[in-house]
């Protein structure tokens, strides 16, 4: 009986520690985040760069997710990280991120916080896929893309397909296949959009400019 009791406490020691620990790395970085978030307010474009918390950026990023992906995600099943930083241009952005260490899935999302807009988002998994070259036309593929594009109120009018031409079929030997449209008067401008044709899936979003 002692034994029992020994071991129950132990375990119910353990119990409590982790979830301090998680407690403590949740508010260590909800802390650094609004530490950061000051020295932001100061150098900021936006006239009003508060409107963008860190709370509307996980309430946007799980919208997005499940209007693009058709996602719900859990937060209480997964492990999140959330944090505002500088990206290697110096921009500051809000770097969400969901992992599913179970299923081998992660979700990324990198938003601006001046106005809100999704810089990037991927949904990310290990899987085999077979090596055997296909054939698809870009017309199958940007109908594969069409949630990602509606969501996102993209005007394709405005961009030119890069690399890809409409109405013929080429050969891919990578499930993965990459839509690449260039904004006809900002060259800085490009949108990518990356496929996974197998899988029948839209792999992940990236927005340039």
Not at 31 to 59: G, Q
Not at 65 to 73: G, L, R
Not at 157 to 167: F, V
Request: aromatic share 12%; glycine share 0%.
């Amino acid at each position: 009986m002692k034994k029992f009791i020994v071991i129950f406490m132990i375990l119910l020691a353990m119990l409590s520690n982790s979830a301090c620990t998680f407690n403590l790395n949740h508010y260590e970085d909800k802390l650094y985040s609004d530490k950061v978030l000051d020295n932001y307010v100061d150098t900021a474009k936006s006239s009003n760069p508060n409107d963008f918390t860190r709370d509307k950026a996980i309430e946007k990023a799980l919208t997005m997710f499940n209007a693009i992906f058709s996602t719900n995600i859990d937060r209480s099943k997964v492990s999140e990280f959330v944090n505002l930083s500088k990206n290697s241009d110096n921009n500051f952005e809000w770097l969400i991120i969901w992992d599913e260490p179970y299923r081998k899935e992660k979700y990324e999302c990198r938003i601006d916080p001046n106005d809100g807009k999704v810089l990037f988002m991927s949904h990310s998994y290990k899987i085999s896929h077979s090596n055997k070259p296909f054939k698809i036309t870009t017309e199958e593929l940007e109908s594969l893309a069409l949630p990602l594009i509606r969501a996102f109120d993209i005007d394709l009018n405005q961009y030119d397909l890069l690399d890809l031409k409409r109405g013929s079929k080429k050969i891919f030997h990578t499930p993965i296949v990459s839509l690449v449209y260039l904004n006809k008067t900002d060259s800085k401008n490009k949108i990518i959009i990356e496929i996974d044709y197998e899988r029948k899936e839209i792999v992940s979003y990236l927005y340039l400019y």
